[in-house]
């Protein structure tokens, strides 16, 4: 899936946003950093999204959004404009898990305060396990 990503600042302190999935944002200290981070936000917000049987966003091109009158201040104050490629989550898989009880409590406090499920936050910090950060 690929996404238009608006890139907001410089010198150390960016930001990314996705016009076609509000509320999915992430930050870097490089431009690298930004969209190594954008991209692992997609990936996780639309986790979510699946796991909460929402419908993934239908990607707009850029001349699509630009029209948008909602997106013209955001537009306004854009660094970068780029596009995001990533691969969507595919069928989830149902798993049965053993977890210590208070363990799980805490995982659903963590879930409930990042509006995240306990499958989408338990996910995410495998990934970043996996991934060394």
Not at 8 to 13: S, T
Request: net charge negative; with cysteine.
């Amino acid at each position: 899936m690929q996404l238009i990503a608006l890139i907001h600042g410089h010198d150390g302190n960016y930001g990314v946003s996705f016009p076609d999935m509000l509320g999915c944002i992430a930050a870097g200290d490089t431009l690298a950093e930004a969209l190594a981070n954008a991209k692992e936000a997609a990936v996780f917000h639309t986790e979510g999204m699946v796991a909460g049987k929402l419908a993934l966003p239908v990607p707009r091109s850029l001349d699509a959004l630009k029209a948008e009158p909602e997106f013209a201040e955001e537009f306004a104050s854009v660094a970068l404009v780029t596009v995001v490629d990533f691969d969507p989550p595919t069928k989830s898989v149902r798993v049965n898990i053993t977890l210590d009880e208070h363990l799980l409590a805490a995982i659903d406090r963590v879930a409930t305060v990042r509006q995240s499920t306990r499958s989408g936050l338990l996910a995410e910090a495998a990934r970043r396990h996996i991934l060394g950060r």
